[in-house]
């Protein structure tokens, strides 16, 4: 069954340290890796998309990570800000066509002062 | 803005009662989907338009579900004889043209929350 898992379900840190997220998944075929912020009350907002052959991507101070040999993505957040208060969903596509995208359940990360 | 638009933002009604969602992609973008998201949970599938191609309806939960999409561009979820557990986020997004095997993002709306009394 394809799967998409997160770790830690949720997270606090203070303003101004990093922090990592991760993602493990079993899905096959794989078509391409995405991370997703989502504040509250908010739709998911596109991060990252990296396919099968790149290992990094970054977006300001977020950076993605993958390894497709053991199936594992990993988000770093640098410098963190209280408007990285949020929701990082991983989303996997599962083939090259249509809506085969497989959600994870997110990580909560809370940015305190 | 240009983004996708869904409405209403919230809707409240009574158990038994039929309800519509309406989405308003990004103009231009082929492909839009319905998303169900419940209280702490990943996002749930329900239905993919692409083009003029017959939609993917195999996510959806049971036959009170439906959606359609008129001239390609806003599409309706309509859920009939509203129950309990209908309630949830209601997420409609949209892309440039099937996003699964290419780089294109999917673009989200806000959700319509949806809480059935």
């Known amino acids: 069954k394809n799967q998409v898992e997160q770790s830690p379900q949720s997270l606090i840190i203070l303003e101004g340290k990093n922090c990592t997220l991760q993602c493990n998944y079993t899905v096959s075929p794989f078509s391409n890796l995405r991370w997703y912020k989502q504040d509250t009350g908010r739709g998911p907002v596109s991060l990252t998309i990296m396919t099968f052959s790149e290992n990094t991507k970054s977006n300001g101070r977020y950076t993605a990570t993958l390894d497709a040999d053991t199936k594992q993505s990993s988000l770093h957040i640098t410098a963190s800000q209280l408007s990285d208060s949020a929701s990082y969903i991983c989303?996997?596509?599962?083939?090259?066509?249509?809506?085969?995208?497989?959600f994870g359940p997110g990580t909560r990360l809370s940015v305190l002062p | 803005g240009a983004g996708v638009s869904q409405s209403p933002s919230n809707k409240v009604t009574e158990k038994g009662k039929d309800v519509e969602l309406r989405c308003d992609p990004i103009?231009?973008?082929?492909?839009l989907y319905w998303y169900r998201q419940s209280l702490g949970q990943g996002l749930e599938f329900l239905i993919y338009?692409?083009?003029?191609?017959?939609?993917?309806k195999s996510g959806l939960p049971s036959d009170r579900f439906s959606a359609e999409r008129t001239g390609g561009s806003v599409s309706t979820l309509t859920i009939q004889r509203t129950q309990q557990e209908d309630s949830a986020v209601y997420l409609c997004a949209s892309s440039l043209r099937d996003a699964a095997g290419s780089n294109q993002p999917q673009h989200f709306g806000d959700g319509t929350r949806l809480s059935i009394l």
């Open positions: 338009f692409q083009g003029n191609s017959a939609p993917d």
């Open positions: 103009s231009g973008h082929t492909a």
């Open positions: 989303v996997v596509s599962a083939g090259d066509y249509g809506q085969n995208f497989v």
